[in-house]
Nanobody, 121 residues
């Protein structure tokens, strides 16, 4: 079955860290770009980061709101893409999704079900 599954969400205090993982089944992740998105109820889903497919050079991009705090990376052996989130703020609270793309500037083809991240004291 072709799917993406997010994991690693949870409750963390402001200033803390979490590492989200996006694991693929049914296909090889390294041939696709992978984006991480987040959504808060009542607001549009926003992209926070994207990493290009392996073989095109390592291209990454970040939303201004997370630059310097979040890092996206691949583990092609584990078939995962991770999002390391440091210095978390209450405004980072959202459901985080990963999505498969042909390229970071393209549309998303396949979505996971999301994982909740809550930043609160």
């Amino acid at each position: 079955q072709v799917q993406l599954v997010e994991s690693g969400g949870g409750l963390v205090q402001p200033g803390g860290s979490l590492r989200l993982s996006c694991t693929a089944s049914g296909f090889t992740l390294d041939t696709y770009a992978i984006g991480w998105f987040r959504q808060v109820p009542g607001k549009e889903r926003e992209e926070v980061s994207c990493i290009s497919s392996t073989g095109t050079g390592t291209y990454t991009r970040y939303a201004d709101s997370v630059k310097g705090r979040f890092t996206i990376s691949r583990d092609n052996v584990q078939n995962t893409v991770s999002l390391q989130m440091n210095s978390l703020k209450p405004e980072d609270t959202a459901v985080y999704y990963c999505a498969r793309k042909n390229q970071c500037y393209g549309s998303s083809q396949l979505w996971g079900l999301g994982t909740q991240v809550t930043v609160s004291s």
